[in-house]
């Protein structure tokens, strides 16, 4: 897991009671549950990111694909099945 650094932060009397419960939601302590929520914000936030610049890359693409004959000739095969 590497170096661990302390923090202190507030929360609600409700994600403390959810704290409070760690073991029965299988961790082993307090700071496990907030790790693993914090992992799995960061991980959703990187995806979210990746996928609105793609949208973004493809918007900027999009001239490119609906007016350049050289990388548009092909889609007038694109709903036939190739098998």
Do not use: H
Request: hydrophobic fraction near 35%.
């Amino acid at each position: 897991m590497g170096t661990l650094i302390q923090k202190k932060i507030s929360i609600s009397p409700e994600q403390k009671q959810f704290l409070e419960n760690c073991k029965q939601w299988g961790f082993s302590d307090q700071s496990g549950i907030v790790r693993e929520a914090l992992s799995r914000f960061i991980k959703e936030l990187k995806i979210k990111r990746r996928k609105s610049l793609m949208a973004q890359k493809a918007q900027e693409l999009l001239p490119d694909y609906t007016q350049n004959k050289e990388l548009t000739a092909f889609t007038d095969i694109d709903a036939e099945d190739f098998l």
